[in-house]
Each structure stands twice: as C-alpha cells, then as structure tokens.
C-alpha cells in the first residue's frame, strides 16, 4: 500500500502535509502510512479510498489492518 499511497499523492502533486490534511490525520501519521511503519485502520483505508479515489484493491495487497488480513 505505501508505494500506491505515495504514487497516488505524488500525481496530484500533494505534499505529505496537504495529503494528510485532506485525510484528516495528522502528517506524522500520513508519514508513517506511507512509509509503511504503521498500518492504516478501516476508517483510515476508506478515508484514503475516497480522498485519493482509488479502488480497494488498487489500493491493497494482503495488509493487515488492525490486526486482520483484508483479503482484495
């Protein structure tokens, strides 16, 4: 997920700031989603879904969110 989440901002020329913003998180957050120390909650991955418009699977490849395998 991290790669496509960066891809995904890059081409909308976001900085991690704007993206995180429009995400409702806080950059250090983003931050550690896109550089895939942390993993996003259901909330955060439905967010991401709707911000940066992109499918689930366009989005996922067998993460664990919180603790549970979303299968695409």
Not at 29 to 45: D, F, K
Not at 52 to 65: A, H
């Amino acid at each position: 997920m991290r790669e496509r989440l960066r891809q995904a901002r890059l081409a909308r020329g976001w900085t991690q700031a704007e993206a995180a913003r429009r995400l409702g998180i806080t950059e250090r957050a983003y931050r550690h989603l896109e550089y895939g120390t942390h993993n996003p909650s259901h909330r955060t991955v439905r967010r991401i879904k709707e911000v940066f418009g992109l499918s689930y699977d366009e989005l996922m490849d067998n993460v664990f969110v919180d603790n549970e395998t979303c299968a695409p």
